[in-house]
């Protein structure tokens, strides 16, 4: 597979951080930038895919559960005032 070559912008720290890592690991920086961007595409494809089947099959955010957890208390609470006055 062929390579492009890219320019990018690191800070001070990190950029120390990867010529520690590459040199204990025996690899090119460009190596270990390579591995670093290969494994955050998949765990970002990843993530987005259990989005788009969390979203196609119904299954709420955790902002939605509370949400509707908020709502089913508040019809229970409703529902038990009114049966309170009813004689079964």
Do not use: C
């Amino acid at each position: 597979m062929s390579s492009i070559k890219t320019a990018i912008s690191l800070r001070e720290d990190v950029f120390a951080d990867l010529e520690a890592a590459a040199r204990e690991d025996h690899q090119p920086r460009s190596a270990v930038i390579q591995s670093a961007l290969i494994q955050y595409l998949r765990e970002r494809r990843s993530r987005r895919m259990t989005e788009e089947l969390n979203a196609a099959y119904g299954q709420e955010t955790g902002g939605e559960r509370a949400e509707r957890a908020a709502w089913l208390q508040a019809a229970r609470r409703t529902v038990a005032r009114h049966l309170a006055d009813d004689e079964w």
